[in-house]
């Protein structure tokens, strides 16, 4: 299994999602510079890190969004190819239109950095499908812009196709108002494409995956990917 | 030309500032404000375009990437004296 990292300008979670892809999981994985727009179709899948490319100037992921990279991730999305977008990743994602939806300022105007919980929404997904259904995962966020939101219609489209894989809900996996850490509408923390080869969370998996710290709940994600690609 | 370009949030969407702002004018004792938006504003200078085809490339350049359509609605003035 092979995969690539695409590196914006102001990327900063690119060394850790490499670190864990690469020497915690064993996998070959490359570097994807953001002026290189060559077909995507050597990996098996694909990550756009968190940071703050293009120092998030006009909106997280504007930007970044027309980078030459992101006409071969469209390329890649359109052909089936699996994407993760984590935290700034899902952003551009959002702005690029490979997701439905967009994120809004915290409900708190804050940047919040602190581990949350998470519960399985659907294991029917390439990025869920080693969990348990309604399993809880803990995992850290660290964002300003992570309050999710999609009008009414969407939101009635995504529950039905089952496009929402991860809400904030509290230690016991209950999703309540206090368990929602950014003001994200039903507490939606990740989301599918309609095909569910394209993921984007606000939470970091790949800060919750080196068995050097004693969480490696964000693992299930990463080994997700490898089952379904293996299968 | 100068293009002046507001960029404000959609009904519907939550806008905590314009509402802290708006109690805050409340507080002050304006109490006939009803409502704040808070929003961006731009101001983008053109050179060699005709009124109509500045028209057309502002809009472009707001669906395109000044505003993102899902939350926000954008609208704006041309100034060709400036």
Same mark, same amino acid.
Request: no cysteine; proline share 6%.
């Given at each position: 299994m092979k995969c690539g990292v695409v590196v914006f300008p102001g990327s900063n979670c690119d060394h850790d999602c490499y670190h864990i892809l690469k020497h915690i999981l064993g996998l070959s994985t490359e570097w994807i510079w953001h002026k290189d727009d060559a077909d995507l179709d050597r990996f098996d899948a694909v990550v756009l890190p968190g940071g703050f490319s293009f120092g998030d100037y006009l909106r997280p992921g504007a930007i970044s969004r027309f980078s030459p990279v992101m006409k071969a991730v469209t390329r890649y999305a359109n052909k089936g190819g699996h994407i993760l977008g984590i935290c700034n990743g899902f952003q551009i994602l959002l702005e690029a239109g490979l997701l439905p939806g967009a994120l809004l300022t915290n409900r708190s105007q804050k940047f919040i950095c602190k581990p949350v919980a998470t519960v399985v929404e659907t294991t029917e997904t390439p990025f869920t499908r080693s969990c348990k259904k309604n399993a809880v995962l803990k995992l850290p966020i660290a964002h300003k812009q992570g309050n999710y939101f999609?009008?009414?219609?969407?939101?009635?489209?995504?529950?039905? $196709?089952?496009?929402?894989?991860? !809400?904030?809900?509290?230690?016991?996996?209950?999703?309540?108002?206090?368990?929602?850490?950014?003001?994200?509408?039903?507490?939606?923390?990740?989301?599918?494409?309609?095909?569910?080869?394209?993921?984007?969370?606000?939470?970091?998996?790949? !800060?919750?995956?080196?068995?050097?710290?004693? $969480?490696?709940?964000?693992?299930?994600?990463?080994?997700?990917?490898?089952?379904?690609?293996?299968? | 030309m100068l293009a002046k370009i507001h960029v404000t949030f959609k009904n519907g969407v939550l806008d905590p500032q314009g509402k802290a702002v708006h109690h805050a004018l409340n507080d002050l004792g304006f109490n006939e404000v009803r409502d704040v938006t808070l929003g961006k504003y731009l101001e983008i200078k053109l050179e060699g375009v005709s009124a109509e085809e500045a028209e057309h490339r502002v809009s472009d350049m707001c669906e395109k990437l000044l505003a993102n359509t899902v939350i926000e609605s954008y609208r704006y003035t041309l100034d060709p004296t400036d």
């Open positions: 999609a009008d009414t219609e969407t939101l009635q489209r995504m529950a039905d $196709n089952g496009q929402v894989l991860l !809400r904030y809900a509290d230690a016991a996996g209950q999703v309540t108002e206090a368990a929602n850490p950014n003001g994200s509408v039903g507490n939606i923390a990740a989301v599918a494409n309609e095909r569910k080869n394209v993921m984007g969370m606000m939470p970091h998996p790949e !800060r919750a995956a080196d068995p050097l710290w004693p $969480n490696v709940d964000g693992q299930a994600i990463f080994q997700s990917l490898i089952e379904s690609i293996a299968s | -």
